[in-house]
């Protein structure tokens, strides 16, 4: 099998944090955990074999835009305000040339400009910065701009919220492509969660600065071991000594979605990897999950997924099958951990 390429196209004065998440996760060696990896092709918008990030530091980048259409993934990363008022000409023809050629396209952050500026994001759903929220809903109102989730996943095209945002979106990516167990054995690597919850209306400026000890950490933690047990809204209210309306609000409030929401995306999540890693018969999931019986399982599951458990396991087994880093001993990296 061929690598899945990835090509970044990076602009002069992008910030360097953007810039590096894309490189840690498809760039870096992995070939211990799939096999075989991402190839990462870092692409100049000005043609320069060295283009200068923000805050005096430079990155490589051998090759040009026209990698872009060649590209299995093209990423966007994030961009300086000139290029969000003014977005190279070349680039937006790159950009319109890579997802005529069928490329799957990606933004980080202010990157959503770029493609929004190619006409490609008009009536679909799209993220970007929550500080540039107002400013990108006004220059492009054909976008259905949600500001509050941390990235959107339309298909052929995904966006992701301001900096860290940048992990939560390329992990997702690697989810898709590999499966539930390879992306959480990046994100350990990283050391950093497999998955965020809410969006981010956690991190936007507040208008009401809140409470001492809001903070739902301990009582997610607690229900995340106990999946396979009834958990319902008043017992979680009472492991959070709040009242079921205050428990209620202040999940919304601090995760953006319900707490039923929630618990239905950590089953299926905890499902997802037990499909991958294990021969456990889907009743056996079913049980371990909180789904109760087989049918359940599949009801929820292809609810959230668009596919039945069978399916997924079939499609993600085989990616992970004799990927003993997967669960085994990290091999060593140069450098610092990863």
């Known amino acids: 099998m061929t690598p899945h390429t990835v090509a970044m196209a ?58 872009l259409a060649e590209a299995d993934t093209v990423i966007i990363s994030a961009c300086p305000r000139p290029a969000q008022l003014d977005p190279p000409p070349d680039l937006i023809e790159a950009v319109r040339a890579a997802h005529r050629a069928g490329g799957r396209l990606v933004s980080i952050c202010t990157g959503s400009y770029i493609l929004a500026a190619a006409g490609l994001l008009d009536g679909r759903r ?56 390879v992306a959480n054995e990046v994100a350990r690597r990283m050391v950093v969660p497999p998955h965020r919850e809410g969006g981010q209306a956690q991190y936007a400026r507040l208008l009401v600065a809140p409470e001492p000890g809001d903070g739902l950490g301990p009582v997610l933690d607690w229900a995340r071991d106990r999946l396979s047990e009834p958990l319902t809204v008043p017992r979680l209210a009472r492991m959070a000594h709040m009242s079921e309306r205050t428990f209620a609000r202040r999940f919304r409030a601090e995760l953006g979605i319900t707490p039923l929401q929630w618990l239905l995306q950590q089953r299926v999540r905890l499902a997802q990897e037990l499909l ?42 085989h990616r992970t099958a004799g990927q003993e880093g997967v669960r085994g001993t990290p091999q060593p990296v140069e450098g610092r951990g990863a």
């Not at 970007?128 to 990235?151: E, I, Q, S």
Request: proline fraction near 6%; charged fraction near 25%.
């Open 10 to 67: 990076v602009i002069a004065g992008s910030p360097p944090f953007e810039l590096a998440v894309p490189w840690e996760v498809f760039g870096r060696d992995r070939t211990d955990i799939a096999d075989p990896w991402y190839e990462l092709r870092v692409c100049s918008a000005d043609g320069a074999g060295s283009v200068p990030a923000a805050g005096g530091l430079r990155m490589d980048a051998p090759y040009g835009l026209d990698a």
């Open 276 to 317: 991958e890693t294990t021969d456990l018969p889907v009743e056996e999931i079913a049980r371990r999950a909180g789904f109760g019986t087989a049918a359940g399982l599949r009801h929820h599951f292809r609810r959230v997924t668009s596919v039945s458990p069978q399916t997924y396991r079939h499609v993600f087994r």
């Open 126 to 181: 799209a993220t970007t910065h929550w500080m540039n929220a107002g400013d990108f809903a006004r220059r492009f109102p054909r976008v259905k701009l949600d500001p509050y989730v941390l990235y959107t996943d339309d298909g052929d095209i995904l966006t992701s919220a301001g900096t860290g945002a940048a992990i939560d979106l390329c992990l997702h990516i690697v989810r898709l492509d590999h499966g539930t167990a």
